[in-house]
């Protein structure tokens, strides 16, 4: 288990407020987030539908940015920053996994995870290839490098998600329900996996609905109408 100091922030969202506005209406998404994640946590957000766990993981993924409020990423103050400096941040920083698992039906597994590294053109295609195998072996998958994503069951095709946002070895997985479309003996092997990420020192953002997988988190983060109402630690890094 990874022996992190309390002060080792690499999340730190301070008074983080979402707001929606259309010509008729407003819609507060968050209210006065102050969420901290240590490096090499794993945090799970909980909460019912509409709460804001989405917008969360978004803001903190940099795919949306906060209406107000202040996010620090690794030491540094992001709220300011363009967005050419955020998307570079976000591509060498965080790999993301979704629910839908997001594959290119026309591309083989292989392929899929490669698009990774498509857009590194610091790194030679060579060695792009060699990472891609190295990391469909530790996913299990490698068997299936040349199939197509239809060919694979639901848990396969999330393993080749996960490869896929490994590939590039980020600092922090954020993970959106990815268990959600997944029967229960796939959705613990995925689960596993990544406990067995973080134990190697990825820190990891999960939403989930199930209390189940959400015990597989250092800390639970419960939502509520946009804002947190409890943080529950369930056991210690």
Not at 47 to 67: F, H, R, Y
Request: with cysteine; charged share 20%.
């Amino acid at each position: 288990m990874n022996n992190v100091s309390e002060a080792n922030a690499m999340i730190s969202l301070k008074h983080i407020n979402k707001v929606y506005r259309t010509s008729e209406i407003e819609t507060t998404a968050l209210r006065a987030i102050d969420i901290d994640v240590k490096t090499g946590e794993f945090v799970a957000i909980m909460g019912p539908s509409g709460c804001g766990k989405s917008t969360l993981l978004n803001v903190i993924g940099m795919l949306d940015q906060p209406s107000s409020g202040e996010y620090w990423f690794d030491g540094k103050n992001i709220s300011g920053w363009r967005e050419a400096q955020v998307s570079g941040l976000r591509k060498a920083a965080i790999g993301f996994v979704f629910q839908s698992f997001n594959l290119i039906s026309e591309l083989t597994v292989f392929e899929n995870v490669e698009l990774a590294l498509l857009y590194h053109a610091d790194i030679a295609a060579s060695e792009r290839k060699r990472r891609v195998k190295e990391v469909l072996k530790r996913m299990g998958i490698a068997h299936r490098a040349q199939h197509m994503p239809q060919q694979l069951s639901g848990g396969q095709q999330q393993r080749v998600a996960i490869a896929r946002a490994v590939l590039a070895e980020p600092k922090l997985i954020l993970a959106d329900e990815p268990t959600g479309n997944l029967d229960s003996a796939n959705g613990e092997e995925v689960m596993q996996l990544l406990t067995e990420l973080n134990q190697d020192g990825t820190t990891i953002v999960m939403v989930t609905h199930s209390d189940a997988h959400a015990q597989y988190a250092h800390r639970i983060v419960a939502l509520l109408d946009g804002g947190v109402v409890s943080e529950n630690i369930k056991r210690s890094l």
